[in-house]
């Protein structure tokens, strides 16, 4: 209700500025999630009216029927898209009737289905939309009747090599139902751009798409207005508008706003802005988003600008799924991730390599982040058998330009991707995504990944066409940004994609692993240069082994797990189980380590920063089975934090800060020298074992290094900066004694979309975390709330994620709870055989809405 009397209330005053009544007909655009029939399967005649529905699912959306199903081997998925169902699915909803719509227009808008999906109504088609990630819309109105109205959708995910990763398959992202006049502003039909910014004022403009419907001709006002976060008006412009019959029109509205607040990483300051048609003093419709004003400068040899303050990307690459949720991602869920990120130190995202849905560019508005926003994997040649590529050449120019005007007013996306690392590029191909972009936006710079198509008739590099020159893998050689700008000075460049680094939650070796030669990826294996170390001669930085003999000789792989049972990995190379696991020590990677990375990006100013590959692990694109996922994170699948995310704080972060690592439970290495690392952006760090001292280091910018004989007991780094001391301890567990579970949140609301996470620990009997242990659990809930997810971070777990069972992962686990719609108390338990069990209590409030 609070929020409700707030946009009546602004709405209101809106109104009296622009001398018009309230209108009483304007419908809000309704999401319609709720309660939908899915069949997994195909369906004769599905789309019909009558067709025998009672063995079919009801369920809320969004939704992915990949996560839902089982690892498979034998499944028609592959190592790329992670051994989890596709196949075809059917959705069906009831749309009741409405007497208030009258002779409006009836939109249905969904944001993403995946993927090639048909759209039915009262059995009768309507639409075929070939693409995954991008919204569409839907003219329902000359098919619905007075009543029941009946629409179906058939999704097909037959072709599975629709992509390089785990897609997800289905309704994935929200939908939502639109009531519009006969005469009202075109989807996406709003552009904002700001421009001449100083101090205290910015000139702007407002393009606004109109649409007639009728077969007269009307004419009327077209008034914005901008709202601060204070809710009070700001700004507000207005223009006639004329349209003949079955015409649109484009009217642009420019302005000035004074004492204008920026939009920063660091303070992201949004206004709302309001957009109205009004006919014969009545709004007629009306459009309302977020914009923000900032000034982005790239100047040559001197770096990225914004509003005047020189800004590094600190970025990570994502895909846009989310572990056990596939690409159904919940609200709360995706914006504890970008939270994860922030607190980390991060100011930017690349959307590899596809759009994403509106709710996450919404997030990156408020949060502050710096989004690379990415068309599209490939251009005419398919890198999966059945992806893009099919669709390119006939589909292109009209799905760029529902790309750039659904993302082109959010102040968080920065610029734009027109591919990555395309296979088969072409001048010609590049230059015209590049002038299609231009069309609708003419202020963002344009980029690609990697394989930039610049080059002349001998094979020779020219100067590139893009704004900006991407940096994928060969952006971690030694030298290669030098040499690029040695050649071109005048060019911006940008690590699109570095590096790459791997590390599994909790897995430490002193040796230096690199992937080609000791654990190589599936396409290292299948072009033959697997474990030919020779590659990567003066293509690679030298990284030290910490040991000259492997000190920790018992992180060797043999099983995997799957619901409940431990299972032997049957390989027929000569790498085994190493292939699946990796260091946490910033040891184990392609070419490079993370803070020679960041270190070389720093240090060159015409390099404006980096996207590295990636933020989180992610399903796909493993290195086979029984893997599930690419172990490139440095946050894991489930949601935890790795050693490289502590790396990357010390690094990025202005916040004190210190990390130390491994943990100190190594029963049988007593006596060994344990490599113990700090990580730390603090001035001097000493080091304790037992109370006594081990010694100061200075911090230089490297990473602090002590060699220490193992026993038992408390390790301690205490952090010295400016303002004081922070430390950091890690003990020695005794046995597992009983699990501890911790809540993400204090409490949930009873609205069917809020989530919980809680996480399962299994510590011994002083509360000591034990940091190897992978003991099973069994989740029960009681109250209105139900399961929704569980995970653990192990690449090689392949249970169902929709199970109340999970083993834990190196000490922890995670399990996921939704509300239903009533309040109450809910009852989270935890068991395990043979330890202590737990119980946490929660509260569901009521709904707002």
């Not at 690349?350 to 502050?368: E, I, K, M, Q, V």
């Not at 963002?444 to 893009?466: A, F, H, V």
Request: proline share 5%.
């Amino acid at each position: 209700m609070e929020m409700r009397a707030i946009w009546l209330g602004s709405f209101t005053l809106l109104l009296l500025l622009c001398g018009c009544i309230e209108p009483q007909h304007l419908i809000p655009d309704e999401k319609i999630n709720f309660d939908w029939q899915f069949f997994l399967g195909d369906v004769a005649n599905g789309e019909s009216i009558d067709v025998n529905t009672s063995d079919w699912r009801t369920l809320d959306l969004p939704h992915d029927w990949g996560v839902e199903g089982q690892y498979d081997l034998n499944s028609r998925a592959d190592w790329q898209t992670g051994f989890l169902p596709t196949g075809i699915g059917w959705y069906r909803k009831t749309i009741n009737w409405n007497r208030n719509w009258g002779d409006k227009k009836i939109y249905v808008h969904f944001e993403g289905v995946y993927i090639n999906s048909d759209i039915y109504l009262n059995g009768k088609h309507l639409k075929h939309e070939h693409h995954g990630y991008l919204g569409f819309e839907v003219d329902l109105t000359e098919h619905l009747i007075k009543g029941e109205n009946i629409l179906a959708l058939r999704v097909d995910h037959t072709n599975f090599k629709t992509g390089r990763w785990y897609t997800g398959s289905g309704i994935y992202r929200n939908v939502w139902l639109k009531v519009k006049p006969q005469v009202h502003i075109e989807n996406w039909g709003v552009a904002f751009e700001s421009t001449k910014h100083d101090d205290q004022s910015s000139n702007y403009s407002v393009e606004v798409s109109i649409e007639n419907h009728t077969a007269e001709s009307t004419s009327g006002i077209v008034r914005s207005a901008l709202f601060d976060a204070e809710n009070q008006v700001v700004a507000s412009l207005s223009s006639p508008y004329e349209l003949h019959a079955g015409s649109n029109t484009i009217e642009t509205l420019p302005g000035q706003l004074k004492e204008v607040q920026k939009w920063s990483v660091e303070s992201p300051y949004l206004y709302r802005l309001v957009v109205s048609l009004v006919h014969n003093n009545v709004v007629i419709d009306r459009s309302e988003q977020k914009v923000g004003f900032r000034d982005i400068d790239f100047q040559a040899g001197q770096g990225m600008f914004i509003n005047g303050q020189l800004t590094k990307i600190k970025g990570v690459c994502e895909h846009h799924t989310a572990g056990p949720f596939g690409a159904a991602v919940p609200d709360d869920v995706l914006l504890n991730r970008l939270l994860l990120l922030k607190e980390m130190g991060a100011n930017g995202i690349r959307t590899a390599h596809n759009p994403f849905s509106p709710t996450f560019y919404s997030l990156c508005d408020s949060l502050g982040f710096l989004v690379l926003n990415e068309f599209t994997d490939g251009w005419e040649r398919e890198k999966a058998s059945h992806d893009y590529g099919l669709y390119f050449e006939e589909h292109w120019e009209n799905d760029l330009t529902r790309f750039v005007k659904r993302d082109r007013n959010h102040p968080s996306v920065i610029m734009w991707s027109i591919g990555n690392e395309v296979r088969g590029p072409t001048l010609a191909t590049q230059r015209k995504l590049i002038n299609t972009i231009s069309k609708y936006d003419t202020l963002r710079k344009i980029t690609q990944g990697g394989r930039d198509p610049s080059r002349d008739m001998d094979g020779d590099e020219i100067p590139t066409l893009l704004g900006i020159k991407g940096f994928n893998g060969h952006g971690e050689i030694p030298g290669e940004f030098e040499h690029h700008h040695e050649q071109f000075p005048d060019e911006i460049l940008l690590g699109t994609e570095v590096p790459h680094t791997y590390a599994t939650r909790g897995v430490y070796r002193s040796k230096t692993h690199w992937r080609l030669r000791d654990f190589p990826a599936m396409w290292e294996r299948r072009s033959g240069k697997a474990g030919k170390f020779s590659f990567l001669n003066g293509k690679r930085s030298e990284i030290p082994d910490l040991t000259g003999k492997e000190v920790f000789t018992d992180e060797v792989t043999s099983m995997y797990y799957q619901n409940g049972v431990y299972k032997p990995i049957e390989v027929d190379h000569p790498w085994g189980g190493q292939l699946f696991y990796q260091s946490s020590y910033d040891n184990a990677t392609a070419r490079i380590g993370v803070r020679q990375m960041w270190q070389r990006i720093d240090s060159l100013p015409y390099v404006i920063g980096q996207y590295r590959w990636t933020g989180f692990d992610y399903l796909g694109e493993t290195n086979n089975w029984p893997s599930r996922l690419a172990n490139f994170g440095i946050i894991d699948i489930a949601g935890f934090p790795k050693d490289p995310y502590y790396l990357y704080q010390s690094l990025w972060s202005e916040q004190p800060m210190v990390h130390m690592l491994p943990h100190w439970t190594h029963p049988g290495k007593e006596g060994v020298e344990i490599p113990v690392v700090v990580y730390t952006n603090c001035d001097e760090v000493e080091l304790f074992l037992n109370g006594e001292s081990l010694g100061k280091q200075s911090y230089e910018g490297e990473q602090l290094i002590w060699y220490v004989p193992y026993q038992p007991g408390t390790i301690e780094a205490k952090a010295f900066h400016k303002d004081g001391v922070i430390h950091i301890q890690q003990q020695t567990s005794a046995k597992p004694y009983r699990i501890r579970l911790i809540p993400k949140r204090e409490s949930l609301t009873a609205n069917r979309t809020d989530v919980l996470a809680v996480v399962a620990e299994i510590v011994d009997e002083n509360g000591i975390l034990c940091p190897r242990a992978d003991l099973p659990l069994t989740f029960e809930v009681k109250g209105n709330a139900k399961i929704i997810a569980v995970d653990n971070g192990d690449p090689l777990d392949l249970s169902n994620y929709r199970s109340n069972q999970r083993k834990t992962f190196r000490g922890k686990a995670k399990i996921w709870l939704q509300a239903l719609d009533v309040k109450g108390e809910i009852e989270i338990k935890a068991s395990s055989p043979q330890i202590e069990g737990a119980t946490l209590p929660c509260k569901i409030t009521a709904s707002h809405n």
